[in-house]
């Protein structure tokens, strides 16, 4: 078992930056693969980017490629998505994800997952 706790969310212009954070706790946090998605109002969760347990390999969304950067901190059981040159259409909940292993892109076959931080971009 593993907990996640998002935090970094809020309103920004576009063009803007946030960073988000997720801290897990549990289980021994570098055993785990490390995802976010986003969730828009009436849309499905989608993958955004994802971190590889066995060589940190990054996984990026063609939506945020070069604007987005996920990163993980082991010894602070802690990832990150730093997020530049943000869009209105980035606008959504952030949720933090954690799974034994990256197989897959889809949010149902991730198992534990954070409550979830609010992203608004205003134009």
């Known amino acids: 078992q593993v907990q996640l706790i998002e935090d970094g969310g809020g309103l920004v212009q576009a063009g803007g930056s946030l960073r988000l954070s997720c801290a897990a706790s549990?289980?021994?946090?570098?055993?785990?693969?490390m995802g976010w998605f986003r969730q828009a109002p009436g849309k499905e969760r989608d993958f955004v980017a994802g971190?590889?347990?066995?060589?940190?390999?990054?996984i990026y969304a063609d939506s945020v490629k070069g604007r987005f950067t996920i990163s993980r901190d082991n010894a602070k059981n802690t990832v990150f998505l730093q997020m530049n040159s943000l869009k209105p259409e980035d606008t959504a909940v952030y949720y933090c994800?954690?799974?034994?292993?990256?197989?897959?892109?889809?949010?149902?076959?991730?198992?534990?997952w954070g409550q979830g931080t609010q992203v608004t971009i205003s134009s």
């Open positions: 994800a954690a799974n034994p292993i990256f197989t897959t892109v889809q949010a149902s076959a991730w198992s534990y």
């Open positions: 549990g289980r021994t946090f570098s055993t785990y693969a």
């Open positions: 971190i590889r347990k066995s060589d940190s390999s990054l």
